[in-house]
């Protein structure tokens, strides 16, 4: 079934957002007259560990450390180039922020000391961030500029191999044969509407969804895609779904306190266009292990989001479908996210 989802997110998505943009824009205002949102600082780890189907395989790896300023809480040069930029809202509320992450992806042999060569490459990507985002009730926009560097210098080994010696796994013996060094720079763009399904009842529950564009142009990543997310509980206003590590179904990393505990289910999926993966493709300047990459992948995921006034937790289980030719079955991996505002 995943093999065929690709395409059929895609086809569903085109005819999707033209309704979700035209019933974002008519949504009423935000119901629950949610506080600003405060300065966030967020921790993701990513990892195929937390998943039911755990095979260390593939994208095996991932952890991300973010923070988010405050509402309008933006130096005068941020606010200016937020206004010049047509992706983002002029009119809302503005924030910046930056991101500190890295990304590892292996073979599924990892004893194996020669390359493998029918499988996905070793491949590390660490990077540093500069996003800035602008929120309405109905909308959230976000661009990102991400600098860093593929190959050796990302630090996989030491990352991957350190940790399977503290916790006596056995080390992965194939990272001499990872891609080369290449410097990385990506530009990320993302859209989310808030659409609300139904009237909250008494005690704050409420179903919403929230569709997605998002597109990403660089040398380690370049596709264009879109999705969804639909939401049952009694704490959607206070973000716009629980973040992850790109690419992937796209969340908030800013969000508004809770009075109390607050919570909600989750569900989406979305789907993209890859022109470009450095981590299957290999270098770009130079020769290198790569893979041939399937041009449309899908994610299907589903989770828990919790809240209690200005901490978030959330876990997110998700599946990807195939990523290159050859590939044996798809791959699960979870994510597990704290953040804390203050």
Not at 7 to 35: E, K, M, N, S, W
Request: charge should be negative; aromatic fraction near 10%.
């Amino acid at each position: 079934m995943l093999s065929s989802l690709p395409r059929a997110c895609l086809g569903v998505l085109i005819a999707g957002f033209a309704a979700g943009t035209a019933a974002a824009q008519d949504a009423p205002p935000d119901a629950a007259h949610a506080p600003p949102a405060p300065a966030v600082i967020t921790g993701i780890t990513e990892n195929d560990l937390y998943a039911p189907d755990n095979r260390d395989r593939h994208y095996t790896d991932g952890v991300r450390f973010g923070w988010m300023s405050a509402d309008d809480d933006v130096p005068a040069w941020a606010r200016s180039l937020a206004d010049d930029l047509p992706l983002l809202d002029p009119g809302a509320s503005h924030r910046i922020g930056w991101t500190l992450a890295q990304s590892m992806f292996t073979p599924q042999n990892k004893a194996a000391a020669a390359p493998v060569l029918n499988d996905r490459p070793y491949a590390a990507w660490l990077y540093g961030g500069l996003k800035l985002q602008t929120e309405s009730a109905s909308r959230l926009d976000t661009v990102e500029l991400d600098l860093g560097v593929v190959g050796p210098d990302a630090l996989g080994r030491q990352a991957q191999n350190d940790v399977h010696q503290l916790i006596g796994a056995s080390a992965a013996n194939g990272w001499p044969n990872q891609i080369k060094n290449e410097p990385g720079i990506d530009l990320l763009a993302e859209r989310l509407w808030r659409i609300p399904l139904t009237t909250p009842t008494d005690d704050g529950l409420g179903a919403d969804v929230v569709p997605n564009a998002v597109g990403s142009l660089g040398n380690v990543f370049t596709y264009g895609g879109g999705g969804f997310m639909v939401r049952f509980g009694n704490a959607l206003q206070a973000d716009f779904g629980p973040p992850r590590i790109s690419p992937s179904v796209p969340g908030s990393d800013s969000f508004h306190p809770t009075d109390g505990f607050g919570w909600y289910l989750f569900a989406g999926t979305e789907g993209r266009a890859v022109l470009r993966n450095i981590t299957l493709d290999g270098n770009t300047f130079e020769s290198s292990q790569s893979v041939r990459k399937r041009p449309l992948v899908a994610d299907l995921e589903g989770g828990l989001a919790t809240f209690y006034r200005n901490v978030r937790v959330a876990y997110t289980l998700t599946a990807r479908s195939k990523e290159f030719y050859g590939q044996d079955g798809y791959d699960y991996f979870g994510s597990a996210e704290l953040s804390i505002g203050f």
